[in-house]
């Protein structure tokens, strides 16, 4: 057989312990290893072990006796079978001990759950009803200037009929005659701490507390119907890509005295063939020819709102970037506009008529003669001999 624990070391204290301190040590042990509750290894067969050490610790008599002889004491019976709470109360021996589970747990933190507010009800709240999520596809121009979109979804409303109640009439809901009103039923079952209550949801009424005698025909008594609704949202502008929009009590009924659900667009807004954008700013590529890069010119830029005119300086590189200040898009956060940015490359023509090539030609050997007289030539050549 094997050899049992010392009961002081089970519950963590030392022989001279008080009474107080054995109380507290018991409680701790009984919170951290209760089977309805542990989620510890072996908690059923650690809780025996704590309940046997508390009801001989607890007990003067048999504590004394216990201190003397250890457990082979004559006489001594301890804790003569744990075995569980489905057999009643003719487990066990605990002698006189009395014990407060609810305060046990109430101590330590449960009080919610074991306490006060859990023995005056336990009916079922009503519940808040669920959000809805919409994916609302919108153009670049929609997204910069704001507009309007009617959209068509269908959720679950409060029934017309019978106002949300589920039943018809003023005597439709009637008292549950299985809880009396009360949405929960108490069992009581003795267990070697006193008297151990268990509480549940009342089968037939679901906790609501009463029962439909009336039950509405539309809505077949749940109080709420699936309909299609259209709804108008407001783009704002300057609305970002992957943005979302709560419009508040929109979503699906809830139960009769709580809220509706929201509703949330996420917002995907189409590319534009023309600009990028990078939150408020606009990134925009523009062919200039040659000559206009060279000899510089004025060429015309569109922007959001209008077109605009960009003056290329002479001698303006493939890859400038110029900066046309205010012309981007609306700041949500920070307010005023954007920036836009236009990137110009220098397109090469494909096909030259017979008077460009020939220009071109008389410009090429113009540039020989340039390519010789460059620094970076020069050094190269000179170092290849």
Excluded at 38 to 49: H, L, T
Aim: include cysteine; charge should be positive.
């Amino acid at each position: 057989m094997p050899t049992k624990k010392d009961y002081y070391d089970i519950l963590g204290l030392k022989k001279s312990a008080t009474q107080d301190e054995i109380k507290d040590a018991y409680k701790e042990l009984a919170k951290k290893y209760h089977p309805d509750v542990s989620k510890e290894p072996n908690a059923e067969e650690k809780f025996k072990e704590v309940l046997e050490a508390y009801s001989v610790l607890s007990d003067p008599e048999k504590r004394t006796n216990y201190d003397q002889f250890g457990h082979a004491a004559e006489g001594f019976t301890g804790f003569r079978g744990y075995g569980d709470f489905s057999r009643g109360p003719e487990f066990g021996d605990f002698g006189n001990i009395e014990f407060d589970f609810d305060d046990l747990f109430k101590s330590f933190g449960f009080g919610d759950i074991f306490g006060r507010e859990f023995r005056e009800t336990r009916k079922r709240r009503p519940r808040r009803g669920l959000d809805l999520r919409y994916d609302l596809n919108i153009s670049f121009e929609e997204a910069a200037f704001s507009t309007k979109k009617e959209i068509e979804l269908e959720r679950i409303e409060e029934c017309e009929e019978c106002g949300g109640k589920g039943s018809l009439g003023s005597d439709g809901m009637a008292q549950c005659p299985q809880c009396s009103g009360k949405g929960f039923i108490d069992r009581s079952q003795r267990t070697p701490f006193g008297i151990f209550t268990t509480r549940t949801t009342c089968s037939k009424c679901k906790g609501e507390g009463k029962i439909n005698r009336n039950p509405c025909s539309k809505c077949k008594g749940l109080g709420k119907i699936k309909r299609r609704r259209k709804i108008t949202v407001k783009i704002p502008e300057g609305i970002e890509n992957g943005a979302f929009l709560r419009m508040q009590g929109e979503g699906n009924a809830g139960d009769k005295g709580a809220g509706n659900g929201d509703l949330y667009f996420v917002i995907f807004i189409e590319p534009n063939e023309f600009f990028k954008r990078d939150k408020a700013d606009l990134y925009a590529e523009i062919p200039i020819t040659f000559s206009m890069a060279a000899l510089g010119g004025e060429i015309e830029i569109p922007t959001l709102k209008e077109k605009v005119k960009l003056k290329v300086p002479a001698g303006t590189q493939t890859g400038t970037i110029f900066k046309l200040k205010g012309k981007g898009i609306k700041d949500i956060s920070k307010g005023g506009h954007g920036d836009e940015y236009i990137k110009v490359i220098i397109r090469t023509p494909k096909h030259l008529n017979k008077k460009e090539k020939d220009l071109f030609e008389e410009l090429q050997k113009e540039e020989k003669e340039e390519y010789k007289d460059n620094g970076f030539f020069k050094k190269f050549w000179g170092k290849s001999g």
